[in-house]
């Protein structure tokens, strides 16, 4: 993260000295202004001290240049055509100076910021609260659909060196990474990629298709310059079970984020001996800094352009957006959030959180249950939960989440799509949020039964649905990380990093949450200066870096 001095000062607002909170009045600092609300200027006194007497405020304009040259307060032709002369050359003056003033307002220079060469303005823009600073979003441009070189260097069939076949495991997003990972590993070993197969998962439990959810006939033709992909396993390979089942069939000891070197080395052998292998498991089994910048604009390529979903889908999508839009009558920007605390994010998380103590009895038999390996007798667990929120490592509350809003200046009107699954303690764990943002909807909220029942089939059109209004968003709320909002925060920054997109410093934010001196001005004021860089604006990339939350370096270029 980039170092701010208003972000260090918010940070030391919470290490100043127990001896000045002590003797300060809580009191007084919650009767605070809040920094976002600016004081009414207060009004001149009836007397008109301050003010010209009245007389000099009401003389004729003419009267001024005339006080000002006597010599043509006369009423000669000569003296009038002289004043006027005086007048126009005042007025050209005074034009010519404005936009030189505006011209150089809006001219940015460049500056370089952690390395970056950046547009910067000379004078600051003033902030919104639905879009980035448009002179902070003008540097970098989309470029993962250019290809070096622009033409097909891919071999014929007959010459690849064989088939590979990956199970993309997990949920819908989990399952993009994979496919643009096993496109990246055909493309390293010059091999011919077999259609992903979509794993069902233990959680998920959905049986869907590649082609039940994306767009296959764009898939393969937007790579076919790249990759060979192929729908089915070839015809003459007979024994197809056995890809799925037997060992001899499947690449099993590639490391997690494995370098290109390792493929060549040690998977590639064994695809020129057998033909066809299976590579599972397949999650995460590519690096980002140890492989070819072109391997790593090619998966933005698949990312951003060649995986699309189906056609039906994005028509609903678009849809659900322009609900969001026109739900006041008139056209209106809109939030999504992405709430991350259902039951099974809550317990795998290890935090603690609000509730009573039958609630807490239950979740610790849960994580019993669920974690016996890293739950244990469970007496280490407290320490571990402050630890954890310390760190900023536990899921944002709805509560929480609506204070922080609120902290940013967004009103009580703000329209908010929330993309979530069942949240964890219902109707009363939401109340605080509905209460502060009563217009909060879901995609069942939005729609009528019947129209979200054909994507009823397949858990994962639901959630196709959820990206890609999260997606068209004007402002994107993550609460907890996942590849759900990693995903979504690259793709809007690939878009052009105007769209905001926020990530709350939890760690900062429990600082503040459990700071009991702290007046709401002082909290407001220290939200809003800590996430002035935490909307989705470029940022360099840096060793082992997430290429789905950042694409800058290898999928953009310079304007």
Same mark, same amino acid.
């Given at each position: 993260?980039?170092?701010?001095?208003?972000?260090?000062?918010?940070?030391?607002?919470?290490?100043?000295?127990?001896?000045?909170?002590?003797?300060?009045?809580?009191?007084?600092? %919650?009767?605070?202004?809040?920094?976002?609300?600016?004081?009414?200027?207060?009004?001149?006194?009836?007397?008109?001290?301050?003010?010209?007497?009245?007389?000099?405020?009401?003389?004729?304009?003419?009267?001024?240049?005339?006080?000002?040259?006597?010599?043509?307060?006369?009423?000669?032709?000569?003296?009038?055509?002289?004043?006027?002369?005086?007048?126009?050359?005042?007025?050209?003056?005074?034009?010519?100076?404005?936009?030189?003033?505006?011209?150089?307002? !809006?001219?940015?220079?460049?500056?370089?910021?952690?390395?970056?060469?950046?547009?910067?303005?000379?004078?600051?823009?003033?902030?919104?609260?639905?879009?980035?600073?448009?002179?902070?979003?003008?540097?970098?441009?989309?470029?993962?659909?250019?290809?070096?070189?622009?033409?097909?260097?891919?071999? &014929?069939? $007959?010459?690849?060196?064989?088939?590979?076949?990956?199970? @993309?495991?997990?949920?819908?997003?989990?399952?993009?990474?994979?496919?643009?990972?096993?496109?990246?590993?055909?493309?390293?070993?010059?091999?011919?990629?077999?259609?992903?197969?979509?794993?069902?998962?233990?959680?998920?439990?959905?049986?869907?298709?590649?082609?039940?959810?994306?767009?296959?006939?764009?898939?393969?033709? =937007?790579?076919? %310059?790249?990759?060979?992909?192929?729908? %089915?396993?070839?015809?003459?390979?007979?024994?197809?079970?056995?890809?799925?089942?037997?060992?001899?069939?499947?690449?099993?000891?590639?490391?997690? =984020?494995?370098?290109? /070197?390792?493929?060549?080395?040690?998977?590639?052998?064994?695809?020129?001996?057998?033909?066809?292998?299976?590579?599972?498991?397949? #999650?995460?089994?590519?690096?980002?800094? !140890?492989?070819?910048?072109?391997?790593?604009?090619?998966?933005?390529?698949?990312?951003?352009?060649?995986?699309?979903?189906?056609?039906?889908?994005?028509?609903?999508? %678009?849809?659900?957006?322009?609900?969001?839009?026109?739900?006041?009558?008139?056209?209106?920007?809109?939030?999504?959030? +992405?709430?991350?605390?259902?039951?099974?994010?809550?317990?795998?998380?290890?935090?603690?959180?609000?509730?009573?103590?039958?609630?807490?009895?239950?979740?610790?038999?849960?994580?019993?249950?669920?974690? &016996?390996?890293?739950?244990?007798?469970?007496?280490?667990?407290?320490?571990?939960?402050? /630890?954890?929120?310390?760190?900023?490592?536990?899921?944002?509350?709805?509560?929480?989440?609506?204070?922080?809003?609120?902290?940013?200046?967004?009103?009580?009107?703000?329209?908010? =799509?929330? @993309?979530?699954?069942? #949240?964890?303690?219902? +109707?009363?764990?939401?109340?605080?949020?509905? $209460?502060?943002?009563?217009?909060?909807?879901?995609?069942?909220?939005?729609? @009528?039964?019947?129209?979200?029942?054909?994507?009823?089939?397949?858990?994962?059109?639901?959630?196709?649905?959820?990206?890609?209004?999260?997606?068209?968003?004007?402002?994107? #709320?993550?609460?907890?990380?996942?590849?759900?909002?990693?995903?979504?925060?690259?793709?809007?920054?690939?878009?052009?990093?105007?769209?905001?997109?926020?990530?709350?410093?939890?760690?900062?934010?429990?600082?503040?949450?459990?700071?009991?001196?702290?007046?709401?001005?002082?909290?407001?004021?220290?939200?809003?200066?800590? +996430?002035?860089?935490?909307?989705?604006?470029?940022?360099?990339?840096?060793? $082992?870096?997430?290429?789905?939350? !950042?694409?800058?370096?290898?999928?953009?270029?310079?304007?």
């Amino acid at each position: 993260m980039t170092y701010s001095p208003k972000r260090a000062m918010a940070e030391l607002r919470h290490s100043i000295a127990v001896g000045a909170r002590a003797t300060s009045s809580p009191m007084k600092r %919650d009767e605070d202004s809040s920094p976002l609300i600016f004081e009414t200027q207060p009004q001149d006194d009836d007397d008109g001290r301050g003010r010209p007497p009245h007389k000099d405020r009401d003389r004729p304009f003419l009267s001024h240049f005339q006080s000002i040259c006597p010599s043509i307060a006369d009423d000669s032709n000569s003296s009038r055509i002289s004043l006027f002369i005086v007048i126009v050359v005042v007025a050209v003056f005074g034009l010519v100076s404005i936009l030189a003033i505006v011209k150089r307002v !809006n001219t940015p220079y460049l500056c370089k910021k952690d390395g970056i060469t950046l547009h910067c303005p000379l004078v600051k823009e003033s902030p919104s609260l639905w879009e980035n600073p448009y002179s902070a979003t003008t540097s970098w441009k989309p470029c993962a659909e250019r290809r070096l070189g622009g033409i097909s260097d891919l071999p &014929p069939e $007959n010459e690849t060196t064989g088939y590979i076949f990956i199970h @993309a495991e997990g949920g819908l997003n989990q399952q993009r990474i994979a496919i643009c990972n096993a496109v990246a590993v055909a493309k390293i070993m010059n091999a011919t990629l077999i259609l992903p197969v979509l794993k069902q998962d233990q959680i998920w439990k959905d049986q869907t298709k590649f082609e039940d959810i994306f767009d296959v006939d764009h898939f393969i033709d =937007y790579l076919k %310059d790249d990759v060979r992909i192929v729908r %089915d396993i070839p015809e003459w390979f007979t024994d197809k079970a056995e890809l799925f089942t037997s060992i001899r069939r499947t690449v099993k000891n590639i490391p997690k =984020y494995a370098p290109a /070197q390792f493929y060549i080395d040690n998977v590639l052998p064994r695809i020129k001996e057998k033909k066809i292998m299976a590579l599972k498991p397949f #999650v995460d089994r590519l690096g980002y800094d !140890n492989v070819p910048q072109e391997i790593n604009r090619l998966r933005c390529r698949v990312n951003y352009h060649a995986l699309k979903f189906l056609p039906e889908i994005e028509e609903m999508a %678009d849809l659900l957006a322009s609900r969001m839009r026109n739900r006041t009558g008139g056209s209106n920007p809109y939030m999504a959030l +992405h709430l991350r605390f259902e039951k099974g994010m809550v317990g795998l998380s290890f935090c603690d959180f609000v509730g009573t103590r039958e609630e807490k009895a239950l979740m610790a038999e849960y994580r019993h249950k669920e974690w &016996p390996r890293r739950y244990k007798n469970g007496t280490h667990l407290w320490q571990l939960a402050l /630890q954890k929120r310390k760190e900023g490592r536990c899921p944002l509350e709805p509560g929480e989440v609506a204070v922080i809003l609120r902290a940013m200046g967004y009103p009580k009107e703000t329209q908010i =799509y929330v @993309a979530s699954g069942q #949240v964890y303690g219902g +109707h009363n764990r939401m109340a605080p949020l509905r $209460n502060m943002f009563p217009n909060l909807v879901t995609k069942e909220e939005l729609t @009528a039964k019947q129209e979200l029942d054909k994507f009823r089939k397949h858990v994962t059109s639901l959630a196709a649905l959820d990206f890609l209004v999260c997606l068209k968003s004007d402002v994107f #709320v993550m609460t907890h990380g996942g590849n759900f909002a990693k995903l979504i925060i690259g793709a809007r920054r690939y878009m052009g990093h105007r769209q905001k997109s926020i990530k709350p410093d939890k760690g900062l934010m429990s600082k503040s949450f459990g700071d009991p001196y702290m007046g709401w001005a002082t909290f407001a004021d220290d939200v809003v200066v800590t +996430h002035e860089t935490r909307t989705g604006l470029p940022e360099a990339t840096f060793p $082992n870096y997430d290429l789905w939350e !950042n694409p800058l370096t290898p999928c953009m270029c310079k304007a």
